[in-house]
């Protein structure tokens, strides 16, 4: 089932890269290719008909790639957290061992309080 769904997934993304390439454009891309018949896609063109198939393309890749990560991840049914390394570089001490911590000094000189008369 991934397979079949991955295979979908790659026919899916060259179909919309396709179909991004041959709409009209300011310097018109590969639409020269796909010609202007009125009759068949309306009176403006293929650039309504091409924008809706592009919208429905990405809307089925959206989908297929929600399944596949949705069928993936059940079929696994692991995390990458699952192989996470929990050591440190720095090596951790017990709580009760470690020193108090030393104040720092000031970052300005504490200013005497003023005497009053």
Not at 52 to 58: E, P
Not at 94 to 112: D, H, R, S, Y
Request: no cysteine.
């Amino acid at each position: 089932m991934i397979n079949a769904l991955l295979v979908i997934q790659i026919i899916l993304a060259v179909l919309i890269v396709t179909v991004v390439l041959l709409q009209k454009s300011s310097s018109i891309g590969l639409g020269v290719y796909s010609g202007s018949n009125d009759s068949v896609f309306g009176a403006k063109g293929p650039a309504g008909f091409m924008a809706k198939v592009t919208m429905f393309l990405g809307l089925l890749f959206l989908i297929n790639t929600i399944s596949l990560g949705y069928i993936y991840n059940k079929s696994h049914n692991k995390s990458i957290l699952d192989n996470h390394n929990t050591k440190s570089l720095v090596p951790a001490a017990p709580l009760n061992t470690l020193e108090p911590v030393k104040p720092i000094a000031p970052l300005a000189p504490n200013i005497p309080a003023q005497e009053t008369k």
